[in-house]
């Protein structure tokens, strides 16, 4: 296919030597299958935040630390050099992120390289060596959907002992090969420790999860895995090991009715937003 505008620095680089096909296009990046010499692998290219679908940005980025004191004073003036940099914040994000997860225990996909807003990484494939589906394309048996959500559950863990949560996961966000599932998309990845909204979107993913897995397992629907790790991850006691049981007792303290409401109202919307986004993708595959 011809070369995308973005990628041809990457070519010319000899990084790329020729982009496949067109894997698929999301809220903030359109993902390609390319060759790099002997190896497939995919190249990410983001889209610039005025094209990015990627709703209430500003909430994932709480908390995040820029390095260079000019480069924060220019994001916080809105000045064309600050929106510059915010993108690439954005984008490194993600590939810190890859890299940390990889390291902590996470499977995740191994990052190489990112240039000029294209990250280049690995095509996660299936046994047979073909790209790897999303999990809410893959039917599961009741038994492996525990396993599976065994897996992810540790993943999220490991997640939070490394002080980070994926912020945005659910089944769109899950990749299956040979050997279970793969978190991907992380450039909206949140500080656990920095962020307001961290305990919310830790319950959000973790709970996204147990819903999906759910459908084939229905034990599943009643733990509550969220809230019983962030209880842990407050007191100081979660590690990468640390071995759960779904369980946990309320606590006697008042609830935060609006907050719980505008938890509800933002799934709602995340939920119609994923259904929508999935039509679209599929009526353009026909």
Known sequence: ???????????????????ISRLMSGKEADVYVVRCGDEIRCAKVYKEASKRSF????????????????????????????RKQHEEVWQNTEVDALFKLAAAGVRVPTPYVCLDG????????????????????????????????????RYVVRMLCAGLIHGDLSEFNVLVDAEGPVIID??????AAANNQARAMLERDVNNMRN??????????????????WALFEDGKLTPES???????ESTEAIDI???????ESAEEEAMERRARMKAEQEEEF
């Open 118 to 153: 294209v990250l280049l990484m690995e095509l996660i494939t299936d046994a047979e060596g073909n790209v790897a589906p999303r999990l809410n394309d893959v039917a599961l048996s009741a038994e492996q959907a525990l396993i599976d959500h065994g897996k992810v559950i």
């Open 1 to 19: 296919m011809k070369i995308p505008n973005r990628i041809q620095p990457l070519v010319d680089d000899g990084l790329v030597d020729d982009v």
């Open 212 to 229: 999906y897995y759910g459908i084939y397992a229905p034990e599943l629907l009643k733990t509550r895995y969220a809230r019983e790790m």
């Open 243 to 249: 071995e759960l049981t779904g369980l946990f007792e």
């Open 186 to 191: 992380l450039p909206q990845v949140v500080d």
């Open 258 to 264: 609006d907050a719980v409401l505008h938890e509800i």
């Open 55 to 82: 709703k209430q940005a500003v909430v994932y980025q709480e908390g995040r630390k820029v390095r260079n004191s000019r480069s924060a004073r220019a994001m916080e003036k809105g000045s064309k050099y600050g």
